[in-house]
């Protein structure tokens, strides 16, 4: 009989836990106390793992074919440099938050797959797409894939070859 899934995770939370347990030990000296400390420690590290930085994403966005940085209100926009190029994101410092422009399957798959990263923007251009990336909460591959979807979106037809 085939493992079910909910044996699969917890086999996989029994390695990490075991990991973690022996990481604990040997760099300070000691190990979690319970397993709400492992739980703790486990919690934690993700984030630290996962947390992006207005930084991180400027780079991420500017790597990005043809991208350009311009101010737009209050945010900074990320562009495709090309005639009839659109915007890729938008980005607010003072949250920790951007802006991606999907289409609303990918929207819908987004929203679904990681609900604590990604939201629906609250308007009209969220019915239409926008979706808002909590860069606290999400790690370079998950930023990166979002940005290049709403890349696909921005870029001219002719352009389409140069994402990989």
Same mark, same amino acid.
């Given at each position: 009989?085939?493992?079910?899934?909910? @044996?699969?995770?917890?086999?996989?939370?029994?390695?990490?836990?075991?990991?973690?347990?022996?990481?604990?030990?040997?760099?300070?000296?000691?190990?979690?106390?319970?397993?709400?400390?492992?739980?703790?420690?486990?919690?934690?590290?993700?984030?630290?793992? %996962?947390?992006?930085?207005?930084?991180? /994403?400027?780079?991420?966005?500017?790597?990005? &074919?043809?991208?350009?940085?311009?101010?737009?209100?209050? %945010?900074?926009? /990320?562009? =495709?440099?090309?005639? %009839?190029?659109?915007?890729? @994101?938008?980005?607010?410092?003072?949250?920790?938050?951007?802006? =991606?422009?999907?289409?609303?399957?990918?929207? *819908?798959?987004?929203?679904? @797959?990681? &609900?604590?990263? /990604?939201?629906?923007?609250?308007?009209?251009?969220?019915?239409?797409?926008?979706?808002?990336?909590?860069?606290?909460?999400?790690?370079?591959?998950? @930023?990166?894939?979002?940005?290049?979807?709403?890349? %696909?979106?921005?870029?001219?037809?002719?352009?389409?070859?140069?994402? *990989?």
């Amino acid at each position: 009989m085939a493992p079910t899934m909910s @044996a699969l995770i917890a086999d996989c939370w029994g390695a990490v836990g075991d990991a973690l347990h022996l990481s604990a030990q040997t760099q300070k000296g000691s190990s979690p106390s319970s397993k709400a400390d492992l739980s703790s420690m486990l919690w934690d590290q993700t984030l630290e793992d %996962r947390s992006m930085t207005v930084d991180d /994403f400027r780079t991420l966005a500017l790597s990005l &074919p043809m991208a350009i940085e311009k101010p737009h209100f209050d %945010r900074a926009s /990320f562009r =495709v440099d090309a005639p %009839r190029g659109k915007t890729i @994101a938008t980005m607010l410092d003072a949250d920790a938050t951007a802006n =991606v422009f999907l289409n609303i399957e990918e929207q *819908e798959m987004l929203l679904a @797959a990681e &609900p604590s990263i /990604f939201s629906k923007v609250p308007n009209k251009w969220g019915d239409k797409g926008a979706t808002t990336i909590a860069l606290k909460m999400a790690d370079e591959t998950t @930023a990166l894939s979002a940005l290049k979807m709403s890349w %696909r979106h921005a870029a001219p037809a002719k352009l389409q070859d140069l994402l *990989e």
